[in-house]
């Protein structure tokens, strides 16, 4: 029995063990599964598969998005037109018959969806809808929101879930909105004011959560508009202050001007400073009028937002004011010739104020205070006025008031009221006593007295125009001093009153106060009037007639009364008359004529005319150019036979400005009328420039171009094509001082004019500015077309200048009109070119048209397309890198199952077949074996095939095969070593191949 069952010792267990190891190192947990699919797929597979699919959905969310989106771009291309929100996309059957343009856009509105069908509306729209509208206006341009129609969800106190936030202080459209700050929340039924951009760039973001609950119709229409930012620009910028900061300063050029908020009249920016520094000349005064005013309110002394004005060069100057509020008409006037203003907003929006508009003047004309005063003690100005005085009184005193400029002719239209002050107190109550010395006010309605002798409305009495008013009564001091607009005064005086008079005083107050008010006439009546223009020069004809010549070799003239406004309905004539052989140049230092729209773009204008005299003395005229509100001309010059010039001055009757004030020079004329060789004179550049064959294009640049152009500079350029074409010209860099836009230009100091007909003066355009995209292309009338670049012969920026390109072209309306080897016709404007100049890197073929450049290996803007191309090239490149990580994987898998596959093949141990593996996943502890092959009787250490608890933790420990071999009750220990281990291995063996069940 010990023969047939022998028990194991150390020394077989551990042979069994390092053979098993063995065989699992070459086999790699090679064990039989359960489960066919689990064989196939491995949980690193399964986790691509899903990882896959999650990402598949994700783009289908984002282009489900995409498709829903109504975010658009308007840019600069249209100047102005409509918006709608939201723009959503269309419905597939009407998509293609729908286009989008910046001028008109197609909108689905939410309104007419709703009303037309509802379950179409929620088809649409998510509850979640978001709309980002971008405006972009060019460089030296601001964009200009209004409202027309709004009606959105919610109230102005409740914008939760619906509503439109304004981005106006951006500057840059690719700025993240979560990290700036809104220029304000809407919604509701109250539409937001006008909004203007403080750079160029407005974003309007439209969010809805309403959806299906909507109760009111969304209706959002509005207009847009790209305008010029020249009028926000007060002066010299200083940019270390911030952003709206300029000084001003009277140069002789212009004494009046406005001053705009930063966005007038658009909502002002919050937690913004501006500072504008006006500096006059010595003897000179400054005004300021506030035109139109509207600034957030937050209390008397103005703690939020505040417009100070100091009286000085700096904000530690004396304070004249500080303004906020509502305000209109007021008047203040500095004490020297230096004004320091300072606007400063808060952090939040407050009622959508539009901000400010003032006038400024410069004049040495304002009362001068110091003569006013004449070192009188006691008597003192008040800041910010005009002419107004405080007398006080140093007890019992005596103190002397002058009218302004005694005891010369007072000026005109000059309001000034002179406060008399006692003493009052519990010591003191003094009563003020006036006496006139001497009285001259001229009135135009007045009688022999020319006196009052009554109270009452100075407006009804026959001193209408001028006069000296008296309050003494305590109620008609308060009127007098809270507004002297149809103030009441005790007596009214006008005239001259002679001393003695009774007239003349003593006035006793009823009180320790007495205001005296004087007013002077617009016009002061003079006995020996005569009209004075104001202009330089020799008057011809009559001492009313508005006409001068001028001979001298330099000078100057300039509207009537420059600085000050030019009066209405006038017209006048400047003659610049030179000497045969001369030419004749005019600058113009400053233009500035009434600005109507609504009534004609020329209401107001300027005419310049050559005139040519032949040889029996009979002069011809020829408009050159015509000038209005919206140009700003630069330097002109007389044709080349002319040396004498005309020009006219009109102004209706509808508004007046500062007018004109111009420089001009006679000079001995050029040597020729285009230089035909470059530098032949060397005060006239340019060339006469002449197409044929091979030479069909070119370009011809500025003096000096690239550095700097310089004053006094004199050029012009002749383009001429052979017969029956036509010369196109086409800006290519420009770099000149001045501004230009679609309305109007600014090219005082420097000009580029280009002549499309020749023979008509009339048909040039004026060209100056940095900005290339406002210089549209110009192709010439006939074979002919002429460039002149002309410069201020006094002073000028200098900056880099221009580069036009030219080629010689001709309009077809046949396309076999274009027929040859050597011809190319363009694909849209129709132009025929030469097909040289086809792929030379040049756009030939006119505006929009770039077909002689198409499939010339040269890079395609291709903007509108570049989110569609990103977000492909971005999607893509997650699937590939999805099939390349899931081939890999698969690949791996593979070489897996196969190197398993042939370990299986060459493996001789248990003939090949595959092992129970050794670790069972039901416990070890019970063994279960045929009854008909075991006798229980012979075991001493279990019953009914149990073992003992020492046997059961040997066997966890100690058996590499998991099966457990019954241990006889007697062993044997005459056998020898290799007989007991060859029996322990035949059971091993047995015992693996029988179909025993082992449950431990």
């Known amino acids: 029995m010990v023969s047939e069952y022998q028990a194991r010792t150390l020394e077989n267990v551990v042979d069994a063990r390092i053979e098993m190891l063995q065989f699992e190192k070459e086999e790699d947990e090679e064990v039989e599964e359960d489960c066919s699919f689990c064989r196939s797929l491995d949980c690193d597979i399964l ?92 460089k030296g341009q601001r964009v200009k929101i209004e409202f027309t129609e709004f009606q959105l969800a919610g109230t102005v106190d409740n914008c939760e879930v619906e509503y439109i936030d304004i981005y106006s202080e951006l500057k840059d459209p690719n700025e993240d909105l979560l990290s700036v700050e809104v220029g304000g929340r809407y919604c509701g039924s109250v539409a937001p004011n006008i909004r203007i951009s403080l750079y160029n760039i407005i974003v309007l973001v439209f969010h809805s ?19 010029s930012d020249e009028k926000y620009i007060a002066g010299l910028p200083l940019p270390k202050i911030s952003i709206c900061s300029y000084l001003i300063e009277h140069n002789g050029k212009k004494n009046k001007g406005i001053i705009l908020s930063p966005t007038y009249p658009g909502v002002y920016p919050s937690n913004i400073i501006c500072v504008y520094l006006l500096k006059g000349k010595p003897n ?175 407006n009804d009495i026959e001193c209408a125009s001028a006069y000296v008013g008296i309050a003494y009564d305590i109620n008609n001091i308060k009127a007098v001093l809270s507004n002297s607009e149809g103030s009441v005064f005790d007596k009214v005086l006008c005239e001259r009153l002679i001393i003695g008079n009774e007239l003349m005083g003593p006035y006793e107050s009823k009180s320790s106060r007495m205001v005296l008010d004087f007013e002077s006439a617009e016009h002061p009546r003079n006995d020996d009037f005569r009209t004075d223009f104001g202009v330089p020069g020799e008057a011809v004809g009559d001492s009313n007639k508005c006409l001068f010549r001028f001979k001298d070799k330099k000078g100057s003239f300039n509207s009537p009364r420059f600085p000050s406004n030019y009066p209405l309905d006038t017209t006048c004539i400047y003659l610049i008359e030179g000497n045969p052989g001369d030419q004749i140049i005019i600058n113009f230092d400053a233009f500035e004529l009434h600005e109507d729209p609504s009534i004609d773009i020329c209401n107001d204008y300027v005419e310049l005319y050559n005139v040519f005299i032949d040889n029996k003395g009979k002069e011809t005229f020829q408009l050159q150019e015509k000038y209005c509100w919206n140009m700003k001309p630069g330097p002109s010059i007389s044709a080349y036979n002319a040396y004498k010039m005309k020009l006219v001055f009109v102004s209706n009757y509808e508004g007046s400005s500062n007018g004109f004030k111009a420089t001009y020079k006679i000079r001995k004329k050029f040597k020729e009328e285009i230089p035909s060789v470059e530098g032949k004179d060397n005060d006239h550049c340019g060339v006469s420039i002449i197409a044929r064959d091979g030479y069909t294009s070119g370009t011809f640049k500025s003096p000096n171009y690239g550095t700097k152009y310089g004053k006094d500079t ?54 100056c500015g940095d900005v290339a995209t406002n210089v549209k292309p110009v192709t010439s009338k006939d074979n002919k077309l002429r460039i002149s670049f002309y410069t201020s012969m006094d002073k000028v920026n200098g900056l880099k200048g221009f580069l036009y390109e030219w080629t010689e072209v001709k309009i077809v309306e046949k396309d076999n009109e274009c027929s040859g080897e050597d011809k190319y016709l363009c694909t849209y404007s129709k132009m025929c ?145 290799d007989e007991s281990s060859n029996v322990n291995k035949n059971m091993l063996l047995t015992n693996r191949l029988d179909d025993n069940t082992f449950d431990c």
């Not at 959560?209 to 305008?227: H, M, P, Q, T, W």
């Open 47 to 138: 986790f691509a598969l899903s990882f896959t699919l999650i990402i598949i959905g994700l783009l289908i969310l984002i282009v489900i998005f995409w498709l829903k989106e109504c975010d658009y771009t308007f840019d600069s291309t249209k100047p102005k037109g409509t918006f709608n929100f939201p723009i959503l996309p269309n419905n597939p059957s009407s998509y293609n018959n729908k286009y989008l343009s910046n001028n008109q856009l197609f909108s689905t509105s939410l309104t007419d969806e709703v009303n037309i069908n509802n379950d179409l509306i929620e088809s649409q729209i998510a509850d979640n809808v978001q709309c980002i509208y971008t405006f972009i206006a060019r």
């Open 209 to 227: 959560r309403v959806g299906k609950k909507r109760n009111e119709d969304l209706i959002i229409k509005g207009k847009y508009s790209f305008i």
């Open 284 to 458: 000179e005064r400054i005004r300021i009028y506030l035109k139109d005013f509207d600034i957030y309110f937050g209390g008397e002394h103005c703690p939020y937002d505040v417009l100070t004005i100091y009286d000085g060069n700096d904000n530690n100057s004396p304070i004249i004011k500080k303004v906020c509020g509502l305000q209109q008409k007021m008047e203040i006037f500095s004490s020297s010739n230096n004004l320091y203003i300072e606007f400063l907003t808060s952090d939040p929006f407050k009622n959508d104020q539009r901000g400010f508009l003032l006038e400024y003047e410069f004049s040495s004309n304002f009362v001068n205070i110091p003569k006013l005063i004449q070192n009188s003690v006691g008597v003192t100005h008040i800041r910010g006025t005009e002419c107004d005085i405080r007398v006080q009184s140093t007890k019992e005193s005596t103190h002397y008031i002058y009218s302004p400029n005694y005891p010369d002719m007072y000026p005109s239209n000059v309001s000034c009221t002179y406060i008399l002050d006692g003493l009052q107190g519990d010591q003191n109550l003094e009563k003020v006593l006036l006496t006139f010395e001497h009285l001259a006010v001229f009135s135009d309605n007045y009688n022999n007295m020319g006196i009052i002798n009554n109270g009452g409305n100075h």
């Open 714 to 767: 004199y050029c012009d350029w002749e383009i001429i094509a052979r017969e029956n074409h036509q010369i196109h010209l086409k800006i290519g860099k420009i770099d000149v001082e001045g501004t230009l836009s679609n309305d109007r230009f600014s090219c005082l100091s420097a000009v580029i004019r280009v002549l499309p007909d020749v023979l008509d003066p009339t048909s040039v355009i004026q060209v």
């Open 833 to 977: 070119i030469d097909k040289e100049l086809r792929c030379n890197s040049m756009y030939n073929c006119g505006l929009n048209d770039e077909s002689d450049e198409t499939h010339c290996n040269i890079t395609e803007l291709a903007s509108d397309l570049r989110s569609v191309i990103a977000a492909g090239i971005f999607s893509g490149a997650i699937l590939l890198f999805i099939l390349v990580f899931f081939a890999f994987l698969f690949k791996k898998k593979m070489e897996k199952r196969k190197r398993i596959k042939n370990n299986t093949k060459t493996s001789n141990f248990r003939g090949g077949k595959p092992r129970i593996p050794y670790r069972q996943q039901q416990p070890v502890g019970r063994i279960i074996v045929s009854n008909k092959d075991l006798d229980f009787s012979r075991y001493e250490h279990g019953q009914n095939g149990l073992i003992s608890s020492p046997l059961t933790s040997r066997f966890i420990n100690h058996d590499a095969t998991g099966l457990v071999l019954p241990t006889p009750t007697t062993i044997d220990n005459t056998k020898k070593v």
